[in-house]
């Protein structure tokens, strides 16, 4: 009876509160681990993987550092076997190197994204030394692409970002054509890069 009683209750007063009481709940009463370790805290970048990964000098359970792929933004692989190396994917890889490596830089985790992907990485934005964020410089000077793939607080000003890299021609803007695309993004904007017939 408890049950029949609890559960549609908490429901409505989700539905009815919001993301500000998931947040407020979140935060407050059943904050997790991840929240109270990373959040708005410091690390040192210890190693760039790829442009939208790297790895922080804190132990992760038994990893001596600490994965993190960055929230909202996918720049082209140079890692990944299926892909091999794809367009402006070292030029991607070596823009983040310069901004962050070897530097503190600030986590910053979302309130409407998971914390964790499917491998186990930290799910972040990257606030840089000098105030900027990592996740949006990415996009906004053409070296990665705005991820609609999965729910996350910037999803619309991502979209924007990405937009004015194309109008500007900037990064790899200048250059690609549809083929170079990651295979998820030719699925979900068929749109993209099309010239229309006359």
């Given at each position: 009876?408890?049950?029949?009683?609890?559960?549609?209750?908490?429901?409505?007063?989700?539905?009815?509160?919001?993301?500000?009481?998931?947040?407020?709940?979140?935060?407050?009463?059943?904050?997790?681990?991840?929240?109270?370790?990373?959040?708005?805290?410091?690390?040192?970048?210890?190693?760039?993987?790829?442009?939208?990964?790297?790895?922080?000098?804190?132990?992760?359970?038994?990893?001596?550092?600490?994965?993190?792929?960055?929230?909202?933004?996918?720049?082209?692989?140079?890692?990944?076997?299926?892909?091999?190396?794809?367009?402006?994917?070292?030029?991607?890889?070596?823009?983040?190197?310069?901004?962050?490596?070897?530097?503190?830089?600030?986590?910053?985790?979302?309130?409407?994204?998971?914390?964790?992907?499917?491998?186990?990485?930290?799910?972040?934005?990257?606030?840089?030394?000098?105030?900027?964020?990592?996740?949006?410089?990415?996009?906004?000077?053409?070296?990665?692409?705005?991820?609609?793939?999965?729910?996350?607080?910037?999803?619309?000003?991502?979209?924007?970002?990405?937009?004015?890299?194309?109008?500007?021609?900037?990064?790899?803007?200048?250059?690609?054509?549809?083929?170079?695309?990651?295979?998820?993004?030719?699925?979900?904007?068929?749109d993209l890069l099309r010239t229309p017939k006359?």
């Amino acid at each position: 009876m408890f049950f029949f009683f609890v559960v549609p209750t908490l429901i409505v007063i989700d539905r009815w509160g919001g993301v500000s009481l998931r947040d407020t709940v979140r935060r407050n009463l059943y904050a997790d681990q991840d929240w109270k370790k990373y959040h708005k805290r410091s690390f040192r970048v210890e190693k760039v993987i790829d442009g939208d990964t790297i790895d922080l000098a804190v132990p992760d359970n038994k990893d001596p550092t600490t994965r993190v792929r960055l929230l909202g933004v996918d720049t082209p692989e140079t890692k990944n076997p299926k892909t091999g190396v794809m367009y402006f994917g070292p030029e991607a890889s070596a823009f983040t190197k310069k901004l962050c490596e070897n530097q503190q830089v600030t986590v910053l985790l979302d309130t409407v994204a998971d914390q964790r992907d499917k491998y186990g990485r930290l799910l972040a934005y990257i606030r840089l030394p000098d105030g900027s964020i990592l996740d949006e410089r990415l996009i906004a000077e053409g070296f990665g692409y705005a991820d609609p793939r999965f729910e996350h607080s910037f999803y619309d000003k991502y979209a924007q970002l990405q937009e004015q890299a194309m109008r500007g021609k900037k990064g790899l803007w200048e250059k690609v054509n549809r083929s170079q695309f990651p295979e998820w993004l030719r699925r979900r904007r068929p749109d993209l890069l099309r010239t229309p017939k006359l």
